[in-house]
């Protein structure tokens, strides 16, 4: 018996490419060129009354009217309440769906009637594995590099997502794959990327405990990475889960962003990267003196991290807190050696630049000029021998790795926080007010004002007078400007504040030691 109060109410499918098996002992299964289709069909009747009909289901390729159908059909009855019913059908020399940057993404339409019903889908035939060992993706058994955005429930529901982010602007930005959290729904975007190769990735709220959700985490094949993370790092909001090369080897310029990057900018153009000091003289035109450094600098942003894949081979710790404090000081000490490297090299740069702005100013001979860059160099110096001495005076662990004197990394960035401090003071002393109080290079280049400036700024006839205003913007730069984010700010806390390093001298400074050696000598 026809009851047309019948109801399908959803068709779940999942798909699998069918090869043969290795026959031939070359280490390759065969590909068929076909593809099983499997169908989970709910069926809802309503009524009392039993319906007897036939379920029809045809799949084809989408946009296709008459070619290459395969239709399957069974007799059916459905009593009160719901039924699912399984089928499997076999899809020959099936078109196997890909990302945009990777293939076509060919797609097939799946129309289900029962009594009347009638339930129309489209899928994408596609095989996506991990490889545990390489920690690699692979798509239809070729290597895929993933690269997205991540979107929430609040960022689809929003009733301006199709003109914010249109699928367009998303494979326009190189962005092969969408990453959805917590229960995230918008099946016209989701239709539109099955239609345009864009990959859909859907992670859902499991609803666990902090202790469920760890020990649930630890059986999967990836860990989800959560939390904050300040980076040195023009992007914003943008993940990938491996490196594609072709993106570098893309890009016009040595610095130039990568391609999500590109996509970022487009499409949030709010988001304001870490303010540096001076940072805005960046934006100026002309901006090469004006800057201080034209060639190089750094720029802050936050990184955020939320159920970001990290394959098991890339896991080092997972639940060993015995060892988590020894983690700790072992990085901070690495850290805290290396500032007796890097900030030495800053500290020449800013030497440099102020025993130039001394023969510019015309002083270098004077005796208190060149007493103080002794004063400069013997303080640089001494940090890069604090550094040298914590790496040569290191020891071999059992892993055959080198770590170095933590009792001299420590006093070595003890050193670092104050130092330079005293070299920028000194270097101010000798460039003299006029560093912060000069015109700007548009003033000096200024058809009107320009001569002025370039006659009464002028020092030493050795020097330009652009060449001596470039010396002090330099300086400038280091000491208080856009550089000094590094060179002052990050010679203080970077790498742990000063307080830390005072901790770990005194637990690594062996005082019990030194007070045995004075009650030996004077026999107490």
Sequence with gaps: MKNDTCLIKNVKIS????????????????DTHSALVSLDVEIENPT?????????????PFGEENENKTICRRELVVSKGTAVVKLSMTINNARLWSTWDYGEPYLYQMTAEYAGARYVTEFGIKELTYDCKHGSWWLNREKIYMRGLRLSDENVKNTDFPEIMSIDSLIAGGTNTVCLVDNAVNEEFFAECDKKGILVWQIYTLGLSDLELNCFSQKQENIYQSGLKQLNHACQGVWFIEPDERIYSEADEKNQYIAECRLLYDTLKSLDPGKESCDTRKMEEPNCMDCGNCHFGGQEALIVFDHVFIPWDRVFMCGEYDFAGMLVERFAGYHRQSYGGCKVGVGDVLIGATALVAESNGVERASHIKDKLIEMMHLNETLFS???????????TESGNYLIDML????CKQNVTRFPYEISRLAEDIAGGLM???PSEKDFKS??????????????????TLERMKLLRLIENMTLGAAAVGYRTESMHGAGSPQAQRIMISRQ???????????????L
């Excluded at 058809?447 to 050795?462: L, Q, S, T, V």
């Excluded at 400074?509 to 026999?523: M, P, V, Y």
């Design 15 to 30: 798909t699998r490419i069918v090869y043969k098996k290795d026959w031939c002992g070359d280490g390759q299964d065969k």
């Design 48 to 60: 009392l009354t039993p319906c007897t009909d036939f379920l029809r289901v045809v799949i084809k």
């Design 386 to 396: 604090c550094g040298i001495a914590c790496s040569a005076t290191g020891t071999e």
């Design 408 to 411: 001299l990394a420590n006093v």
């Design 436 to 438: 912060v109080t000069m």
């Design 447 to 464: 058809e009107e004002i320009g001569k002025y400036c370039r006659k009464y700024f002028k020092g030493n006839d050795r020097f330009d």
């Design 509 to 523: 400074g062996k005082l019990n030691e030194k007070k045995k050696l004075a009650r030996q000598i004077l026999d």
